[in-house]
């Protein structure tokens, strides 16, 4: 399958602050996804991305899509507690009916 | 209308053991898929359909059986369950391919095997 690394692994942060969480692929993507999830929940989708270089904001959280296709952050500003979770990108290449997850980074929140 | 349902949520088998983790979706969706969730490896794609009578293989589809006889449903079989298969499985459907848009996840299957 494809490689996808996602880094950090886990990120801690404190209320109020910012922080940016990076998905790499080893490959050229078709567009790539973002995923929430709650702990002891399921994965919920938050974003789609196809085109090169693109930038889409979802209230406090921006996504962009790297100018190569390759790579991809999740920036979230102004953290809060409900930000708490892990993080999935999700990558879609060749095959439109495979979808690889990187590991996820997991996000604990200092009030 | 109820989305993604799986069953059961929990599960404790033996080494050796079978069982089937049953999906079913009510939004008509022609994609399925069956994820399975371990600590610091993200979602691994084990088998999916696009549609009834459809299925192939995903990432680690080794040990797992699937069939889509219908739309809606899609149980996932273990047919001899070993302890490497302890888990959380996810059921996940979309309608389009599951690279084309978004994926609607089930609650999960927490397995355990003994």
């Known amino acids: ?111 | 209308n109820a989305g993604v349902t799986q069953t059961p949520k929990f599960q404790v088998l033996k080494t050796g053991q079978s069982m089937t983790l049953q999906c079913a979706q009510d939004m008509n969706h022609e994609y399925m898929s069956w994820y399975r969730q371990d600590p610091g490896m993200g979602l691994r794609l084990i088998h999916y359909s696009v549609g009834a009578g459809i299925t192939d293989q995903g990432e680690v589809p080794n040990g797992y059986n699937v069939s889509r006889s219908t739309t809606e449903d899609f149980p996932l079989r273990l047919l001899s369950a070993a302890p490497s298969q302890t888990s959380v499985y996810f059921c996940a459907s979309s309608y389009y391919g599951g690279a084309a848009g978004e994926l609607f996840f089930g609650e999960g299957s927490r397995l355990t095997v003994l």
Request: glycine content about 10%; charged content about 15%.
């Open chain 1, 1 to 111: 399958g494809q490689q996808v690394m996602q880094i950090p692994q886990y990120q801690h942060v404190q209320e109020g602050e910012d922080f940016t969480t990076y998905c790499n692929s080893s490959t050229t993507l078709s567009n790539i996804q973002w995923y929430k999830q709650r702990p002891g929940g399921h994965p919920v989708f938050l974003i789609q991305l196809v085109k090169s270089g693109e930038v889409k904001k979802q209230k406090r959280l921006t996504f962009q899509f790297g100018e190569a296709k390759k790579n991809s952050s999740l920036h979230i500003t102004a953290t809060q507690t409900t930000d708490v979770g892990t993080y999935f990108c999700a990558l879609g290449g060749s095959n439109d009916y495979k979808l690889s997850f990187g590991a996820g980074t997991t996000v604990t929140v200092r009030a």
